[in-house]
Structure formats: C-alpha cells, structure tokens
C-alpha cells in the first residue's frame, strides 16, 4: 500500500473514530438506546488492518499510532461509564432520576395511590355525585389500616393525606 491511499485511510479511520466517540456521547445521554457496538467492532477491524500494513512514513506511522492511543482513551472511558450504567451509579443518571422522582417520595419507599370504593354504590358510580375518597399510601401497614384489616407489629402508619379524585361526567340517557 502507498503513502496517499494509507494516508487516505488514516483520515478516514479519524472520522469514523470521531463519528463513534458521539455516538457514544448519544448513547449516555439517553439519546440512542443501544450502544454502537457494532461501529466500534469495524473501528478497531479497521485498526488492525492498518497496522498489519507497515508504511516507511514516520508521520503517517506516528498519526496511526496517536488514533490508537485516542481509540484505547476513549474505550476505558466509554467501559467504565457503561458498567456504571450498569450497576446504577453513572451520575447523569442518578440526576436524572433525582429530578424526575417526586419530592414526597423517599428513597426505596412504597407509593401506592389507593382509591376506596364504596360497595353499596353500584359500579363504583357516585349516585349524589360526591367523588370517591382517595388516599396515598406509603407501606402495606398503611394499606392495611386503611382498608381495617389486621396489623402486624411494626411502626405506626404515616398519615395518608386523603385525596379527592375529580367527580366523574354524568352519562347522557340512553337512546332507544
């Protein structure tokens, strides 16, 4: 292989490496949803190929030399960031997940919203057009007062904050 054909494919091999390194960048941000394993299984082809052809050019041969270099960088880089993905720890999404969890809520506990129904109504349909009673639960011993079954020995319940849902539209008669 000759100088301007390898040196061709040198730069071809920094845009496909510059190419990799953003999709890379997507793939942690949550843009794309599967990681580019295989681009980065034709980089480093592609990689072993120029480095089985030797060229007598020292800039070419120090310009390969310094992708590789950048290649491995990036690759412990993008290794360790996916297994923090992983094991849960990758930091932009624990930010995220702070953001998005609500304020009330906290970590690891049980959030259930529970909507009583009373059986003498039929269908669950309000007849005076009062709504249902609803109450946020944090543990099964709150579930369980609520509902006035058996409680086991464990901490005192939290206050369920009763909550009402929106009266539902009357229905329009049947038409016959």
Same mark, same amino acid.
Not at 98 to 111: D, E, H, I, K, M
Not at 136 to 154: F, Q
Not at 156 to 173: I, L
């Given at each position: 292989?000759?100088?301007?054909?390898?040196?061709?494919?040198?730069?071809?091999?920094?845009?496909?490496?510059?190419?990799?390194?953003? *999709?890379?960048?997507?793939?942690? $941000?949550?843009?794309?949803?599967?990681?580019?394993?295989?681009?980065?299984? /034709?980089?480093?082809?592609?990689?072993?190929?120029?480095?089985?052809?030797?060229?007598?050019?020292? #800039? *070419?041969?120090?310009? *390969?030399?310094?992708?590789?270099?950048?290649? $491995? $960088?990036?690759?412990?880089?993008?290794?360790?960031?996916?297994?923090?993905?992983?094991?849960?720890?990758?930091?932009?999404?624990?930010?995220?997940?702070?953001?998005? /969890?609500?304020? $009330?809520?906290?970590?690891?506990?049980?959030?259930?919203?529970?909507?009583?129904?009373?059986? #003498?109504?039929?269908? &669950?349909?309000?007849?005076? &057009?009062?709504?249902?009673?609803?109450?946020?639960?944090?543990?099964?011993?709150?579930?369980?007062? *609520?509902? &006035?079954?058996?409680?086991?020995?464990?901490?005192?319940?939290?206050?369920? /904050?009763?909550?009402?849902?929106?009266?539902? =539209?009357?229905? =329009?008669?049947?038409?016959?």
């Amino acid at each position: 292989m000759d100088a301007p054909e390898y040196a061709a494919q040198v730069e071809d091999l920094e845009k496909k490496l510059e190419r990799l390194r953003a *999709l890379y960048e997507q793939y942690f $941000t949550g843009i794309e949803r599967l990681e580019p394993s295989m681009q980065r299984k /034709a980089l480093e082809r592609k990689i072993a190929d120029l480095r089985k052809n030797r060229v007598h050019n020292t #800039a *070419l041969r120090f310009r *390969l030399q310094a992708l590789v270099q950048r290649y $491995t $960088t990036l690759l412990t880089y993008w290794i360790r960031v996916c297994r923090q993905i992983e094991e849960g720890t990758y930091k932009r999404d624990l930010m995220r997940a702070g953001r998005l /969890a609500p304020p $009330t809520a906290a970590a690891g506990a049980l959030q259930i919203d529970v909507v009583v129904v009373d059986p #003498a109504r039929p269908g &669950g349909e309000p007849p005076d &057009g009062k709504p249902q009673e609803t109450a946020r639960v944090r543990s099964l011993d709150d579930l369980r007062a *609520l509902l &006035g079954g058996p409680e086991e020995a464990g901490p005192p319940p939290a206050e369920a /904050a009763p909550r009402h849902a929106p009266a539902s =539209p009357a229905r =329009p008669p049947p038409e016959g």
